[in-house]
């Protein structure tokens, strides 16, 4: 279960680390994370603090995603530089595993708790694939497709290595955005006009990045993701049904025959989660 961040927007929206809290508390086994959280928005210690707690509080089911985000008017109202947020992303990464290393080792002032805490990297462009592969343990795009996919984690493997870490240190995850319909027509234009109300920009620029149609369409379109390479599908649905929908959507996708095709197989693996 992932939830988004903004803290200004142009609609209502939940503040991310407490809807994950909530989400925390109300589950036992479901992983729960930041899909994404903007760091240079919030002060990395506090961030640290609050991830640490999470982690222990949810019996070790949390992951953190961090990103940039894309919103200057964002960035203003929140007192924090746009245009060096990539820098700012990269100290506060540094600043987050500096705190949960450090915890413990100061003998008055002390992070603590500070469970190690699955660090994700949000975003789809090169920087932040090289990104993940230095610092991250794992890297989540958005709007990208499967073919996109399967060669950013040929990029992805590459720079990983390079920076000295096992080709498989990252774990590989991806936002697919899907409106489930039976009528394919209707069902993208809902889900690009949804999109559109939620980004405040032309529904055409989501044209070729919605998944829509029956749920078996989608469901194919969820596997074509994991052969790409993805490990762990995060399922955003451009509708206000997101549970009919998703519900619609797991159902077809478990009756896909090939069982080795099913995401999901290894996040717990990644979020520390016991059988």
């Avoid at 508390?25 to 991830?51: I, N, S």
């Avoid at 070790?60 to 964002?74: A, K, T």
């Avoid at 559109?196 to 919605?210: D, E, Q, W």
Wanted: overall charge neutral; proline content about 6%; some cysteine.
């Amino acid at each position: 279960m992932w939830v988004t961040d903004h803290l200004f927007w142009m609609a209502p929206a939940g503040e991310c680390v407490t809807t994950v809290a909530v989400a925390a508390a109300a589950t036992r086994t479901a992983v729960v994370g930041t899909c994404v959280l903007q760091l240079p928005l919030r002060a990395p210690a506090a961030v640290a603090k609050q991830a640490a707690a999470l982690q222990l509080l949810s019996g070790g089911r949390f992951v953190l995603g961090v990103g940039v985000g894309s919103h200057p008017r964002e960035y203003e109202l929140s007192g924090a530089p746009f245009h060096t947020r990539g820098k700012s992303l990269d100290a506060g990464i540094a600043a987050l595993h500096d705190a949960w290393a450090t915890a413990g080792r100061h003998s008055d002032y002390r992070l603590e708790p500070a469970a190690p805490v699955p660090l994700w990297v949000g975003g789809s462009s090169l920087a932040a694939v090289r990104r993940a592969a230095a610092s991250g343990d794992g890297w989540v795009p958005v709007f990208v497709s499967p073919e996109e996919l399967a060669s950013s984690i040929g990029e992805l493997e590459k720079a990983t290595v390079a920076a000295g870490r096992s080709f498989d240190a990252v774990f590989p995850a991806v936002v697919m955005v899907t409106t489930v319909g039976d009528d394919s027509v209707k069902a993208r234009t809902a889900g690009t006009q949804w999109l559109s109300a939620l980004y405040g920009i032309p529904a055409k620029a989501f044209g070729r990045h919605l998944v829509a149609g029956p749920a078996e369409h989608c469901a194919l379109a969820a596997a074509r993701y994991v052969k790409a390479g993805a490990a762990h599908v995060i399922v955003l649905v451009a509708d206000d049904d997101a549970l009919g929908q998703f519900r619609a959507l797991a159902a077809a996708y478990d009756r896909l025959p090939a069982p080795d095709d099913r995401p999901l197989a290894h996040v717990q693996d990644m979020a520390g989660v016991g059988t």
